[in-house]
């Protein structure tokens, strides 16, 4: 199997394979077209509950619910995003899907596929409960992609960042769920296997990279986030290079938490910035809502340090060079 190899902060997650490159580019430049009537993705939360205390995450300390998100507000939220025509759905958020109950599973992901839009859905996971009955449901509703993020190539490393979990038995699930592609003859989901490169796995990114080239459809190495300011620096390495121009994420993507309120940011896990409630609101009167018109007004006159949660994030992403922001 040919891997893609990803690296940068700045590489999309769901970056397809070399030979479409120039057509998503374009698909890209197009879509961004229809960015201020509606959403390019929503992220959101099915759960809030995870199973790892992984130490370059500060979801330990959240003091909001971990439920799951209520069935009839993800209902309205599916069936709105469907009327906007939103092109792609995240179910993630601060949460980890694979610790839902199968029923559940079938159930969110059913009502996503019951809708004549078809979204694309891509999900996050740290791949430890991904069992058959699991990667079975992802292929009876055509999951997109799966990022699976591991940390590190040796459990030595690995269990001492992603804390509650064991490599071989997320290793061993990853094989399982591509041989069982294999035997189906599917294409789907997408598989990317992903490091988060800190100071403590620095060491074993050449390993990581020779342990998984070939085994899946993508590697890739990411950036550190220190999660709008919420972690210090000390997990970082290389050279730091601040992004000056306006972050394209609010006005690309929606974030909404299980609990139905809307965040600026993806990496908001505390709901520090709230810019609306899907309880009292409409996915479009929240995407056009004032608090979010401010936070993009800010960010275009290159005032987005002015937002307490902007200041002190290291991540602020340049826009595509297809991205077409609110004047």
Same mark, same amino acid.
């Not at 199968?102 to 019951?114: A, H, T, W």
């Given at each position: ?9 700045? @590489? ?64 309205? =939220?599916?069936?709105?995003? &469907?009327? +906007?025509?939103?092109?792609? +759905? ?27 839009h078809r979204f694309e859905i891509g999900l996050n996971s740290n791949g430890f409960r991904l069992t058959e009955s699991k990667i079975r449901l992802f292929f009876k509703h055509e999951v997109d992609f799966i990022n699976i993020t591991l940390d590190g190539a040796t459990a030595e490393t690995f269990e001492k960042i992603r804390v509650n979990l064991k490599l071989d038995q997320c290793e061993a699930n990853v094989h399982r769920l591509m041989e069982l592609r294999r035997e189906l003859g599917l294409a789907y989901p997408? @598989? ?38 919420? =972690? ?41 910035? @709230? @810019?609306?409630? =899907? ?21 275009? &006159?290159?005032?987005?340090?002015? =937002? ?16 077409? +922001?609110?004047?």
């Amino acid at each position: 199997m040919a891997t893609k190899v990803m690296h940068g902060q700045d @590489v999309p997650a769901w970056i397809r394979g070399p030979a479409i490159q120039a057509m998503d580019l374009a698909r890209s430049g197009i879509e961004s077209l229809a960015w201020p009537r509606r959403p390019q993705a929503v992220n959101f939360e099915i759960t809030a509950q995870c199973d790892a205390r992984c130490i370059h995450c500060p979801r330990h300390e959240m003091d909001r619910s971990q439920r799951p998100m209520d069935f009839e507000l993800f209902t309205r =939220l599916i069936d709105q995003a &469907a009327e +906007l025509g939103v092109p792609s +759905l995240y179910p993630n958020g601060f949460g980890e899907i694979l610790t839902m109950r199968d029923q559940l599973v079938d159930k969110y992901l059913g009502y996503i596929r019951s809708k004549k839009h078809r979204f694309e859905i891509g999900l996050n996971s740290n791949g430890f409960r991904l069992t058959e009955s699991k990667i079975r449901l992802f292929f009876k509703h055509e999951v997109d992609f799966i990022n699976i993020t591991l940390d590190g190539a040796t459990a030595e490393t690995f269990e001492k960042i992603r804390v509650n979990l064991k490599l071989d038995q997320c290793e061993a699930n990853v094989h399982r769920l591509m041989e069982l592609r294999r035997e189906l003859g599917l294409a789907y989901p997408r @598989v990317r296997i992903g490091l988060i490169r800190i100071s403590e796995n620095e060491h074993e990114r050449p390993a990581f990279m020779e342990k998984w080239n070939g085994k899946v459809d993508f590697v890739g190495i990411g950036g550190f986030t220190n999660r709008a300011g919420s =972690l210090d620096a000390s997990f970082e390495v290389g050279e730091h290079i601040p992004v000056t121009g306006a972050c394209v994420l609010p006005f690309r993507d929606l974030n909404i938490w299980a609990d139905g309120k809307a965040v600026l940011c993806c990496d908001d896990w505390n709901e520090s910035y @709230v @810019v609306g409630n =899907l309880n009292e609101e409409s996915l479009e009167q929240i995407w056009h809502g004032p608090a979010l018109k401010k936070a993009r007004e800010l960010h275009m &006159a290159g005032r987005g340090a002015d =937002l307490d949660i902007c200041r002190s994030c290291n991540m602020w992403r340049a826009p595509m060079r297809t991205a077409r +922001l609110w004047a």
